[in-house]
């Protein structure tokens, strides 16, 4: 494997990726790998886009020291790539049902990443409330913080998968705190305008675009598991 990167130790107790001075090969080049896959999605070859993600994640498991917990320097642009991989990889799970494997790969990634600079926590939640891991779930909720909508909805959701009913409270607190999240939420349209497009690529899109791209991104759980969505809408 001497044309393989090395997951090699840091004073800081922390984990870089080094890749060989020669060049590497390329089922090991996560950088590369990454950025084929985007092309791929922009060319609207999803399919591929997630198997070139999910065949690097199975390479960079296989660097992996066995005997270590693995926490990535964060700073290190390399090691972001590597995070970015598992963490799109993971999403492509989570986007297709499969919430067990999601669910491992975002832990791993929050192994790797303690300080969630990708956010994984949020998508986590989702997973462990689908797979009905309810003590997961409760371990990892308050990580969120109170100012991003998913944690409203997580709670929503959580009560509901448990009880069939929805917190009063907690509804309240949505409406008053996240107007545009609830409307989205509620509404019968959700269209993927080049309006949307446009913005969801911008530095600072609008909340309603927001909005749309948090429904886009959970609507499949809410056609897995019926009945959550037209409870929000009856209240």
Same mark, same amino acid.
């Given at each position: 494997m001497a044309n393989t990167p090395q997951?090699?130790?840091?004073?800081?107790?922390?984990?870089?990726?080094?890749?060989?001075?020669?060049?590497?090969?390329a089922a090991y080049d996560f950088a590369a790998i990454l950025a084929r896959s985007r092309t791929c999605e922009r060319q609207g070859d999803v399919e591929q886009a997630c198997n070139l993600r999910y065949e690097g994640v199975k390479k960079l498991m296989d660097l992996i020291p066995d005997e270590d917990e693995v926490?990535?320097?964060?700073?290190?642009?390399?090691?972001?790539?590597? +995070? &970015?991989?598992? #963490?799109?990889? %993971?999403?492509?799970?989570?986007?297709?049902? *499969?919430? =067990?494997?999601?669910?491992?790969?975002?832990?791993?990634l929050l192994d790797m990443d303690p300080?969630?600079? +990708? &956010?994984?926590? #949020?998508?986590? %939640?989702?997973?462990?409330?689908?797979?009905? *891991?309810? =003590?997961?779930?409760?371990?990892?909720?308050?990580?969120?913080s109170d100012k991003y909508p998913e944690k409203e909805i997580l709670k929503l959701w959580s009560e509901f998968r448990q009880t069939g009913s929805l917190p009063a409270g907690e509804l309240i607190h949505f409406k008053k705190s996240f107007p545009v999240f609830y409307a989205e939420f509620t509404s019968n349209v959700h269209e993927v305008t080049p309006e949307y497009l446009a913005?969801?690529?911008?530095?600072?899109?609008?909340?309603?675009?927001?909005?749309?791209?948090?429904?886009?991104?959970t609507e499949h759980l809410w056609t897995q598991f019926p009945g959550f969505i037209e409870a929000l809408r009856n209240h």
């Open positions: 997951f090699v130790p840091t004073a800081e107790n922390t984990y870089v990726i080094s890749y060989p001075i020669h060049g590497t090969d926490q990535l320097d964060w700073e290190e642009e390399e090691n972001q790539s590597v +995070l &970015e991989l598992l #963490k799109r990889s %993971a999403i492509d799970h989570f986007l297709v049902g *499969d919430f =067990e494997m999601a669910a491992g790969m975002m832990e791993m300080e969630d600079h +990708l &956010e994984t926590t #949020k998508p986590l %939640a989702f997973c462990y409330l689908a797979l009905e *891991d309810y =003590e997961l779930f409760d371990e990892i909720v308050n990580d969120i913005d969801i690529e911008s530095e600072k899109p609008l909340r309603q675009t927001l909005a749309r791209e948090l429904w886009l991104q």
